[in-house]
Each structure stands twice: as C-alpha cells, then as structure tokens.
C-alpha cells in the first residue's frame, strides 16, 4: 500500500491550494473523502463477498462428507441387521424343525403345533372423574357439601372471622 507521511500529506495539499484555490478547495476535499469512503466500502464488501464464497465451498465440502459418511453408516447398519435375521432365520428353522419331529418341507409349520395367543387383558375405560363431577347438578352438590368454589386459605380465613375481630 502506498505509505503517507505527514510531509508528503503537507506536499500535497500545498499543490492542491495553488491549483485548485482556496475557495473552492473544501468542497474537493469534502468529494474526495466520499469518494474514498465508497471505494473503502466497496473493497469491504469485495472481502466478504470471496469470504461467504470460500465458506460456502467448505460448507458444501462438509456436508457431501457428512453424507456420505451417513450412508456408510446405513449400509453397515442394514448389513448387520441383515445378516442377524437370516441368522436368527435359519436358527429359528432349525428349532421348529426339530419340535414336532418333521421338517419344513414335509409341511410342518408353527401353526400344526395348536399354539393360540391368549385372548387381550380386559382394560377398564378410563373416565374423566372431572367430566362426571362437573355434570352433577349443583343442588346436590350443595345437599351433600361438596365445594363447588375453591379458594385461598388465606381467603377462606377473611371469609370467616367474626366480624369483631380486628388485626393489628
């Protein structure tokens, strides 16, 4: 970059005064700092500009490696999972075979052993207790003392203080 020093600076605006005059002098100097202004902003922007490019180049790099890196993981996972059910497959043959004394393919199946599911578990439906409470007609929940408006203890005690009772 092009260094500047204070007599330079001093050259300079000594020329610029004879050439251009004292008058009309502040008004180029006020253009000129404008203009440096603007080609500093625009040189900024630039630097961000190559920044954000080259940043979402590496952003893209890193996301092929994480995807292919995610599908590797997949396939070693459904490898996995398909070579222990063909194991599991073949085991379970094995044992079923074994159970009723004849093989697969002289029709024996699971099925031939009389094996039923239980029946499901009875579960009572679970009713809302607030519904049911709330469709109780309010005389008889007056009949039978059930509040019907909470409130604070602290209201409850206002409430219910005899009425020559002061507090100090």
């Not at 396939?75 to 222990?84: D, I, M």
């Amino acid at each position: 970059m092009i260094d500047f020093g204070f007599d330079k600076l001093a050259l300079i605006g000594a020329v610029a005064l004879i050439v251009i005059g004292p008058e009309k002098l502040p008004k180029v100097a006020r253009t000129m700092g404008h203009l440096l202004g603007k080609a500093q902003r625009y040189v900024s922007d630039v630097k961000a500009e190559v920044n954000r490019s080259i940043e979402l180049d590496e952003l893209k790099k890193m996301k092929t490696e994480f995807e292919t890196a995610a599908r590797d993981v997949e396939s070693n996972v459904r490898n996995e999972v398909n070579s222990a059910t063909s194991a599991f497959e073949n085991d379970w043959k094995s044992v079923t075979s074994g159970l009723d004394g004849s093989s697969d393919a002289d029709g024996g199946s699971s099925g031939s052993l009389g094996y039923q599911p239980p029946p499901p578990e009875y579960r009572h439906p679970k009713k809302n207790w607030r519904l049911k409470r709330g469709a109780t007609p309010t005389w008889y929940k007056k009949r039978n003392g059930v509040r019907t408006n909470a409130q604070s203890g602290a209201a409850r005690v206002a409430r219910y203080r005899p009425p020559g009772l002061k507090l100090r």
